[in-house]
């Protein structure tokens, strides 16, 4: 067996590498610096076929009810407070909203939007921000509904594992709430420290390890959810088994704000591990890359949490833009496998095994693998810091794409070649063991001359390998008319019937989703 700590696979000199450290939260997007501080042109103007509804315009009446029911703190309206709340993260898309509710409570939450749907007044829910597809800032002045301050943890049951919380918690103070309690959040992603557990239940959140503890339909329970019209719906089950007619609790795990804004979740937490090991491999062709998720997961089973892969231009932008160390010299692809487990020398000598194994087949030419806390966090922050690191490249064109395995990568060259010298970066990354593609391209400054040469390509190739346009991250603003290449006419149609439904006067999140 490999002794403990970083062990060595070949060539790497044991614990060098003095890795860079995450911040504790994500930045809203006008606290960021440098290229990521300049703010994207107003959305109206760069997609001016898009027009605003028929809603009205905020006035002091209006004003007058929204501070009469939060007190003035909890009403923004000043343009340099509301700015944050217009841009999305990657700068891709922004509005012109003049007032951010922050209510505490699911009652608030009821009685505004009760007020917006009687005035005809358009709402943006708005969790973290964090969101990818512009779908959690508002396309024109819609009012932003913040979750920020419905950050309350309701029960934790240590026997059952489950969770109930109100909207707004942020997902790593969630995770690092259930520590002592031996329990752990079923998902994780890079913007654990400033998305909430609202938002990744309405955007259905993937993540680092979906292939381990499946995605958020299998783990929310039950939620609370108001409707457009202001009433509350219970479905705040915590019941493992609850087959009492339709499961109207999956409506809004993944409707990005247009059905309903989600205000309270229960949530099956898995117990947390007590062994975890992780690997970081370098490897030579993505034919090798194929073989190694196969062998990982007849190999680890049931201990396998994660698998994800990078290639060398994916891993050229973390180490140039946010000077963090490749623990190992260039390869064109790169691999992150993670173990969890309850017992340590189980777990180590079978992932020491396959390790091993993989190397003496040649599969992987290097690597590194360690149980060391601090070591694991150094190379997890390599994985989870590229959307950062994008934002520093340039404009980013971000696709995430369900793809078959075997077609997983293909996409990332035929863009390559198909853009040439138009793009600065054609780069690929993400979930290789759930199969899901992130594909991104950076250019200087968006145009739309290139995004005609990116869409509907993209999505062309896509559907003619039978994949998903949207894997995890939604469909937002900037994908709904692209909805087709995944879902049938019939599909599309039962959705805009149950919108119609859920809000008749279509105040929640106008623009999104919807084709
Ligand atoms: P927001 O961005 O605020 O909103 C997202 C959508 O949900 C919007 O349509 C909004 O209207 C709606 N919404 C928010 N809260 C509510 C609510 N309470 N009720 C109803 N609707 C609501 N995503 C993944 O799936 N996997 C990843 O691995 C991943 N990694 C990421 C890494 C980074 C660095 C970043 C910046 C983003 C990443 N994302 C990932 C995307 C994003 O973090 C997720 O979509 C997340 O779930 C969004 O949560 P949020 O609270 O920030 O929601
Ligand atoms: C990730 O897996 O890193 C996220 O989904 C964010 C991204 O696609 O950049
Ligand atoms: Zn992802």
Redesign the pocket.
């Known amino acids: 067996m490999l002794p403990r700590g970083l062990r060595q696979l070949s060539g790497l000199r044991r614990g060098t590498s003095s890795l860079g450290i995450r911040p504790p939260y994500?930045p809203r997007p006008s606290q960021s610096r440098g290229l990521a501080g300049t703010l994207p042109e107003l959305t109206k103007d760069r997609y001016p076929h898009v027009k605003r509804g028929d809603y009205a315009t905020l006035d002091g009446n209006h004003l007058k009810f929204f501070t009469g029911l939060l007190g003035e703190n909890r009403v923004l309206t000043d343009p340099s407070e509301c700015e944050g709340y217009n841009v999305?993260?990657?700068k891709n898309v922004r509005g012109y909203s003049q007032c951010v509710l922050k209510p505490k409570t699911t009652e608030e939450v009821s009685k505004i939007l009760s007020f917006c749907n009687e005035h005809r007044i358009a709402v943006?829910?708005?969790?973290?921000?964090?969101?990818?597809v512009g779908?959690?800032v508002p396309v024109f002045d819609e009012v932003v509904l913040s979750?920020a301050l419905?950050n309350e943890i309701i029960s934790t049951d240590d026997t059952s594992g489950v969770l109930v919380c109100q909207?707004?918690c942020i997902l790593e103070t969630l995770d690092s709430h259930l520590a002592p309690h031996g329990l752990m959040m079923p998902l994780d992603?890079?913007?654990k420290g400033?998305?909430?557990?609202?938002?990744?239940?309405?955007?259905?959140?993937?993540?680092?390890r979906l292939l381990r503890y499946g995605n958020l339909q299998g783990s929310v329970l039950g939620l609370e959810?108001v409707k457009a019209n202001g009433e509350v719906l219970d479905c705040l089950s915590t019941l493992k088994k609850d087959n009492t007619g339709y499961h109207l609790k999956h409506l809004?795990i993944g409707?990005?704000?247009?059905l309903?804004?989600?205000?309270k979740v229960a949530i099956q937490c898995p117990p947390k591990p007590k062994s975890v090991n992780l690997a970081f491999l370098g490897l030579n062709s993505f034919d090798n890359v194929l073989k190694v998720v196969k062998k990982a997961k007849h190999e680890l089973g049931e201990i396998l949490s994660s698998c994800e892969m990078m290639d060398a231009l994916t891993m050229d932008l973390v180490v140039s833009h946010l000077k963090l160390k490749c623990p190992l010299i260039e390869y064109p692809f790169y691999m992150l496998i993670e173990t969890q487990g309850s017992n340590q020398n189980h777990d180590e000598e079978k992932i020491d095994r396959f390790l091993e194994v993989a190397m003496e087949e040649k599969l992987v030419l290097d690597g590194t693998a360690t149980n060391e806390v601090s070591k694991m966090k150094n190379i997890w922050d390599i994985r989870?810091?590229i959307?950062?690191a994008l934002n520093h490249d340039g404009y980013v064109f971000k696709y995430d794409i369900s793809l078959p395995i075997e077609n997983f990568y293909s996409l990332v060259p035929a863009m390559a070649e198909r853009l040439g010298s138009d793009a600065k970066r054609v780069c690929g990354y993400g979930?290789l063991g759930d199969g899901n593609l992130h594909l991104n391209i950076t250019v200087k400054e968006f145009t739309q001359d290139v995004l005609k040469k990116i869409e509907p390509f993209v999505y062309e190739f896509t559907s003619k390998l039978r994949g998903s346009i949207s894997a995890?991250?939604?469909i937002?603003f900037r994908k709904p008319k692209y909805m087709h290449y995944s879902k049938s006419p019939a599909s599309i149609q039962l959705m805009k019937q149950l919108k119609a439904l859920m809000d008749p006067r279509n105040i929640l999140?106008p623009y999104?989703?919807l084709p």
Do not use: Y
């Open positions: 994500l999305d993260w990657i943006c829910p708005q969790g973290g921000n964090t969101g990818l779908g959690s979750t419905m909207a707004g992603l890079g913007a400033s998305c909430h557990i609202g938002g990744n239940v309405a955007t259905n959140a993937g993540g680092l959810a809004f409707s990005e704000g247009t309903g804004v989600v205000t989870e810091r959307t950062e979930h995890e991250h939604g937002g999140n999104k989703v």
